[in-house]
């Protein structure tokens, strides 16, 4: 006769083969997305495995989100999936992957001319610290497509609500990232994207929607916010870096009476106009950076403009386009995004390309078909040219007031960083930190400099309900790409709860 400690154990085990039977782990990231090498890196293997492919979030229309996954390189078990976004609307996301926190640093290819960019590690990739995860968002941008092009007429509501069931979807596909901390994180129009996505994800969570995510909170770059904030800094931050005269300055705020954006009169706005002129040839997306104009930009920049025809021509110039390492990018026109609610695209302005621009190697290299092959993404034949900056969507800024949703996230206790390289001309960081004072959170730890190898790297603040607010000494709008180790130095410290 059997004893009872056998009897225990053979229930033990049959109950044991019974929860595996009803409950088989879960699934690991689909292997068909696995990426197993790309053209132009000739690296022994990469630092952590990399995974890319569509999820489609409208099977109607075979409406697909493209994504790339870069496994953290210290524990991918552990550590946070933050999502990247960049801006526009229009921008791919691919344009972080290459130029700014991406695994690799991408160079011009050798003889022949036109060959493949060669691929080095990137020293300051994000994904030394965390799972990055790069979205192409909406429809029509980058590698992202629908069969149907009406959706490609969409806004800010209708992208948030794609990006999340994009989310839900994706989490299905790695259920083994579900409990990991996730962030959402991007630059410029993507502080319009973040708070909007952040309101669907938080709205499933309330409701109970599965899978749950674990979403902890966001930190944006030199966001699109406010257009009362964003847009009337301009002029002042301009006269404060030095880049136009004092009798200038002083000239347009008392005709504009300190208003320097908006439904102004036309003497202001000529005024205005005069200033945006003076400094045409800068490059408003880091100061310090040089950039160049085409004439055709200039003419789609001032179509609207009130200066006469004869004064929007001086100095145009017929110089060839150089070609150079990526200098700006980003390249939107916000003004009349936030001013119209319609963002009309460069080709609807006039231009020809974009201004302080030159993404050859992003578009040599995702436009060859062996490295769309390997990224696992659409070929060229169905979805078109990859661009940085997209023509194909049809976008409409039709949120309310974002300000508000961020008073709204850090109330509910989701930690909040905005950060601002501080020689961004296109969303200068005086009245970045104004909105955010404006919130109107205590003052926890007053504003003074952080430190990056014993050197001053910018200044920082934090307020209550764990809201920071950050700068970047000496980047300009995409501060990975200018200040890659101070960078990756504040997300490490951010995303670990450190200080700064």
Not at 147 to 176: C, I, V
Not at 211 to 226: E, Q, S
Not at 326 to 338: E, T, V
């Amino acid at each position: 006769m059997a004893s009872p400690s056998f009897f225990f154990f053979f229930l033990l085990v049959t109950a044991t083969v019974a929860a595996v039977i009803l409950c088989p782990p879960a699934a690991a990231a689909p292997k068909e997305h696995l990426v197993t090498g790309l053209p132009g890196f000739h690296g022994a293997s990469f630092p952590s495995k990399h995974y890319a492919g569509y999820v489609t979030v409208d099977e109607t229309s075979e409406r697909s989100l493209y994504y790339y996954l870069v496994l953290s390189e210290r524990d991918p078990a552990t550590d946070p999936v933050v999502l990247w976004l960049n801006g526009g609307p229009g921008c791919s996301s691919f344009d972080g992957f290459v130029y700014e926190n991406g695994p690799f640093i991408f160079e011009p290819g050798s003889s022949p001319a036109g060959s493949l960019p060669r691929l080095h590690l990137n020293p300051y990739s994000w994904s030394k610290v965390s799972n990055i995860m790069y979205l192409d968002s909406p429809a029509g941008v980058g590698m992202s497509y629908s069969l149907n092009k009406s959706d490609y007429t969409t806004g800010d509501l209708k992208t948030a609500a794609d990006a999340h069931k994009f989310l839900l979807k994706w989490f299905e596909l790695y259920p083994e990232f579900q409990s990991n901390p996730f962030y959402i994180s991007g630059e410029s129009y993507a502080g319009i994207y973040i708070p909007t996505i952040t309101d669907e994800v938080v709205k499933g969570i309330k409701k109970g929607v599965e899978p749950r995510i674990n979403f902890k909170g966001y930190l944006i770059g030199n966001p699109a916010t406010d257009a009362d904030y964003d847009m009337n800094s301009f002029v002042p931050f301009a006269h404060g870096m030095g880049l136009i005269s004092t009798d200038m300055y002083e000239g347009v705020k008392i005709t504009c009476h300190g208003t320097f954006w908006g439904n102004v009169d036309s003497l202001c706005q000529e005024k205005i106009d005069r200033v945006h002129w003076e400094l045409k040839d800068l490059n408003k997306y880091n100061i310090l950076e040089p950039c160049y104009h085409r004439p055709d930009i200039q003419e789609a920049l001032f179509a609207n403009s009130s200066l006469p025809l004869s004064f929007r021509r001086l100095g145009e110039t017929d110089r060839p386009f150089p070609v150079r390492k990526r200098m700006a990018g980003r390249s939107w026109p916000l003004r009349l995004a936030l001013k119209y609610g319609h963002v009309p695209t460069w080709a609807g302005l006039g231009g020809r390309s974009l201004p302080c621009t030159n993404d050859e190697l992003a578009t040599t290299w995702l436009d060859d078909e062996g490295v769309r092959a390997a990224i696992h993404a659409k070929s060229k034949n169905l979805i078109g040219s990859w661009e940085l900056y997209t023509a194909r969507k049809d976008f409409t800024h039709d949120t309310g007031k974002i300000v508000l949703y961020h008073k709204k996230f850090t109330s509910l206790g989701y930690r909040v960083l905005i950060y601002s390289g501080d020689h961004d001309l296109c969303i200068p960081h005086p009245k970045t930190e104004a909105w955010v004072k404006s919130i109107g959170y205590k003052v926890v730890d007053r504003w003074r400099p952080w430190f990056f190898e014993d050197q001053v790297a910018g200044y920082t603040e934090g307020y209550d309900h764990n809201l920071t607010f950050l700068t970047i000494k000496g980047a300009g709008h995409a501060v990975p790409e200018y200040k890659p180790k101070e960078a990756l130095a504040f997300y490490s410290r951010w995303l670990a709860g450190e200080t700064f």
